[in-house]
């Protein structure tokens, strides 16, 4: 007699690899598509942020969403506040933000959170009242720390530094410098001196005029830290050209792409970054996850993150990308962002 089973081996197979196939497709289906999502960057016009956004709109086009750039130019504490006016009209399903103010969007983010639409920080945090998610380049005591352990080293462990910072208001900025102060407490920085916090507001021109204005009140200067990408250049780019080059220590956070002639021309001899675009990246996974209603943003909730892979929510709705790089001489060629 006939094996009963023996037709049916070719449909049975058929349907167990059918089956895998809808639950593997069901899996990474479950991010919706179509979604219309908005990234609004501190400032449309900083190299940084473009790279950023350039990330999450990547993203988005994977998961075959909507998505769009849109924001001041410049980082002003309430410049974006029209912009997420106009997003809540446009029924966007999230908003992805550089908060330039940890408190003065909260109530515009708050009314587009109460319509439905998901909001997600990223690069620079509100107050978490005014997000479900932020998405953070890293541990920011890390971050504020490592920049104080990286200048001494410069340095020699001693001497006169100024912080020169983006705006008075940038959410990130501000946790950064408190967390170089607490790191300054520690007896092995005494001999370091932080003198002066300029800010440049993230505008090229007023952070190289902050730049030669520190040189000036402060003779005995012996380093600059930018935790800003446009404060960084355009203070390499003032001592590049000035008798402090090679003198003056800067460093700080920046691109690789705009610090490599200063690394090369020797005026600055190491920085910090993360990949910015990997930021903006998980951002927008985020953001489409919660607006597809597979995460709500609660600690221990976890979400695919493309290429990046399985990713989970932390303490008050933090998802961490990585540790930062320190750039030099010896690798800053293998980076180009
Ligand atoms: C500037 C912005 C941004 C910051 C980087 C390091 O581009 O202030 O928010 O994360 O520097």
């Known amino acids: 007699m006939k094996n009963p089973y023996r037709f049916a081996r070719g449909p049975m197979l058929a349907a167990a690899f059918l089956a895998v196939t809808v639950a593997l497709t069901a899996s990474a289906a479950e991010v919706k598509s179509g979604l219309k999502i908005a990234f609004v960057p501190k400032q449309i016009n900083n190299p940084y942020e473009v790279i950023a956004d350039d ?16 924001g001041p130019s410049d980082a002003g504490a309430s410049s974006q506040v029209s912009y997420i006016n ?18 003065a969007l909260v109530p515009y983010l708050k009314k587009a959170m109460s319509q439905g639409i998901k909001v997600v920080t990223f690069d620079s945090d509100t107050a978490p009242e005014g997000r479900q998610i932020f998405v ?7 971050i504020g720390r490592g920049q104080i352990q990286l200048l001494s080293k410069l340095v020699g462990g ?20 408190k967390w170089m102060q607490e790191e300054l407490k520690k007896p092995e920085y005494s001999k370091m001196k932080l003198v002066k916090i300029a800010y440049g507001n993230d505008d090229d021109q007023k952070s190289f005029v902050e730049t030669q204005g520190l040189l000036q009140a402060y003779p005995n200067l012996k380093g600059i830290v930018a935790p800003t990408s446009v404060g960084i250049a355009a203070a390499a780019r003032y001592i590049s050209g000035s008798p402090a080059k090679g003198k003056v220590v800067v460093t700080g956070l920046g691109t690789p792409n705009q610090m490599r002639a200063f690394i090369k021309n020797g005026t600055v001899q190491a920085f910090q970054l993360w990949d910015p675009g990997q930021l903006g990246y998980l951002a927008a996974f985020a953001a489409a996850n919660l607006a597809s209603g597979t995460i709500t943003g609660k600690e221990g909730d976890s979400f695919e993150a493309g290429k990046l892979g399985k ?25 180009n962002f």
């Open 136 to 142: 953070n380049q890293a541990e920011s005591e890390a």
């Open 311 to 335: 990713r989970t929510v932390g303490k008050s709705g933090e998802v961490i990308l990585g540790p930062p790089t320190t750039f030099d001489a010896s690798n800053i060629d293998r980076f």
């Open 86 to 103: 106009t997003l809540i009209t446009q029924r966007q399903n999230a908003i992805v933000i550089a908060a330039n103010d940890a408190n």
């Open 55 to 70: 990330g999450g709109m990547a993203a988005i086009k994977e998961m075959k969403g909507d998505g769009k750039v849109v």
């Open 158 to 177: 001693e001497g006169e530094f100024a912080i020169l910072s983006a705006t008075p208001n940038a959410t990130n900025q501000n946790t950064w410098i």
